[in-house]
């Protein structure tokens, strides 16, 4: 999750002292800038809400652009790093465990992870955003987290989509696969999945402008209860909850295909 970074907020014009004021020609007037300033906490996640290629470090573990996510797994791992403010996203079978060591990780929890998955034919991309749960900190601040995550989900969408572009290049009917979101939160309020769209327009969207669609216009894809060829992977390639949510009985309104379908997560 984002840090706390604290950066000093220099007044614009310092008061003078005394001694100034009577223009005395026997007291420096040097005086130090950085006493008794003020510090401001500054929440980050993934640096800065606009997507910087240079910025990003792609790592390919054991996967081949030229195949088929629908034929060989395909998940993406990414960490932010607070020292040099870069993305890491490692694109492989399965989560990159090596990523998400350290006691910051497991502190933070600012990793983001998703999986490919081909459910009765049809191709989705699925990303996990852990928001509360584990660390008491994490539950203090779980309404902030899930509004940051938010914030920053385009960043971390056009991410996947610059570092796996050649697989886009090659298989162009991916970017039309819907983008579904998975909220972990130990608060039902927050323990969710939103649908953000096609992958082509996921990327643009602005994280709390979403407008609600009818949900039945897009459902959360359901593989089939038994072994069959139109579901792959057969099972999910993230270690985290999978429990499948209940639609919505409110419908809403049918707006832009910008919009997203909210529904809560079984607890």
């Not at 009577?22 to 800038?33: A, D, G, I, M, T």
């Not at 060989?72 to 790093?81: A, D, I």
């Not at 039945?216 to 499948?244: G, T, V, Y």
């Amino acid at each position: 999750m984002g840090t706390l970074s604290f950066a000093p907020i220099l007044p614009t014009k310092p008061r003078p002292s005394v001694f100034e004021q009577n223009q005395s020609p026997f007291v420096s007037r040097r005086r130090s800038k950085k006493k008794n300033l003020p510090i401001v906490p500054v929440a980050r996640l993934f640096g800065p809400a606009i997507f910087e290629a240079s910025k990003l470090k792609v790592l390919f573990l054991g996967v081949d652009e030229k195949k088929h996510p629908g034929k060989l797994p395909r998940t993406y791992t990414l960490t932010h790093s607070d020292i040099t403010s870069k993305l890491t996203l490692a694109i492989s079978q399965t989560i990159n465990n090596s990523q998400l060591q350290g006691w910051a990780n497991k502190l933070y929890r600012d990793e983001v992870v998703a999986e490919w998955k081909k459910v009765k034919g049809k191709m989705s991309l699925h990303v996990h955003c852990h928001i509360s749960g584990g660390h008491f900190l994490l539950d203090l601040c779980a309404r902030l987290r899930y509004f940051i995550f938010c914030n920053e989900l385009p960043v971390v969408l056009k991410a996947f989509v610059h570092g796996d572009g050649n697989l886009l290049k090659n298989y162009p009917e991916l970017q039309e696969a819907l983008v579904w979101v998975y909220f972990h939160s130990n608060i039902p309020e927050f323990n969710k999945v939103e649908c953000w769209g096609p992958v082509v327009e996921a990327g643009s969207q602005q994280g709390g402008t979403k407008q609600e669609i009818l949900a039945s216009n897009w459902e959360l894809p359901r593989p089939c209860p038994d072994n069959c060829d139109c579901c792959f992977p057969p099972m999910s390639l993230i270690p985290w909850s999978q429990e499948l949510p209940h639609q919505n009985e409110k419908h809403h309104g049918s707006q832009s295909t910008a919009a997203v379908a909210s529904t809560n997560l079984e607890t």
